[in-house]
C-alpha cells in the first residue's frame, strides 16, 4: 500500500541554523573573511617585522625575519600595515586600548621611534622609570630605582660601584646577554660621538624607557633622542621564521629559534 501524500497543509519541520563555528569556518574561506581574520591578527596577535640594521648584533643579525608579539606589553592601537595609518580612537593618549605593565630591565623591544612614529626600532631596554644610569669608558653602570639594598641583593658584588653612597651595577647585562659587545676599533677621537664613551648621568622618567643597541658603539638609540614613553611601546620580538644573510644565504639554523632563547646563548654568527 502506498505512503499518502504530503499535503500543502503539513508543517515543515525548520531548519535548524549550522553552529557558530562552521558559519565562522565558512566565513574565513571567503576573501572578506581571510583579509578580516588577516588583519585581526597582525593588529593584535603578531605582527611580521625584519631586522634593517646591524644595531643589535650578535643577538638579532641584519636579515632576521621574525614576528613581533604585540600583546606582550598591553594591546597598542592598530595601525594600517605600510601606511601605519591608525584605525582606532587613542582616547587616553597612551598608544593602547588595553594597559599593561611596560618593559622589564633586559627586555628586547619593538618601538616606534620617537622621531620618526611611522619607523619600528629594535632595541634592549637598559634601565625603567626612575633607574640613574651613566656610561664611562663605554661601560654602562645602572643605579635601579629600588635602591642600595636592591643592588647587593641582586647583583654580583664584583660588578657594584659606589658613587656618593649610592650603589651602581657595571655592565649588567653582559652575563645575561651574551650579543652585547664593544667594537674594539671604535676609539675616542675627533669624529666619534661622545655619547659612545661618555653619558650622563640622567635619570629615566616614569612610564619612559631607556633603549640600547647590543652592538654598542654601532647603535642609535636614547644616548642620541632620549627615551621611549609607553605610548611608542608595540611589543616584543617573539621568533625567527626566516633568515638569510648579505649573499642571501639562509641561516637553516636560526629559523624557528624563539627570541628570548636565542638572545641567551653565545651568538654562532659574529659579524
Known sequence: ?????????????????????????????????????????IFFVAQAFVIPSGSMKNTLLIGDHLFVKKFAYGVPVPH??????????????DGHIIEADGPKRGDIVIFRYPRNEKIHYVKRCVAVGGDILFLHNKELYLHPHEGNDYIVANYPQEKITEIDGMLFVRNPYRDQFPGIHNDP????????????????????????WFMMGDNRDHSNDSRFWGTVPYRLVVGQPWFIYF??????????DRIGRNVET??????RYVE
Open 1 to 41: 500500500m502506498s505512503q499518502p501524500e504530503t499535503t500543502r497543509n503539513e508543517t515543515r519541520q525548520p531548519r535548524k541554523k549550522p553552529h557558530w563555528l562552521v558559519r565562522l569556518y565558512h566565513f574565513s574561506n571567503t576573501w572578506t573573511g581571510t583579509v578580516i581574520i588577516v588583519l585581526m591578527v
Open 80 to 93: 594600517i600595515p605600510w601606511l601605519e595609518v591608525p584605525v582606532w580612537f587613542d582616547s587616553d593618549g
Open 185 to 208: 676599533n671604535v676609539v675616542m677621537d675627533g669624529y666619534q660621538p661622545m655619547q659612545i664613551f661618555e653619558f650622563g648621568p640622567v635619570k629615566v622618567e616614569e612610564n619612559h
Open 243 to 252: 633568515s638569510w644573510d648579505e649573499n642571501y644565504l639562509i641561516r637553516w
Open 262 to 267: 636565542l638572545e641567551r646563548e653565545e651568538p
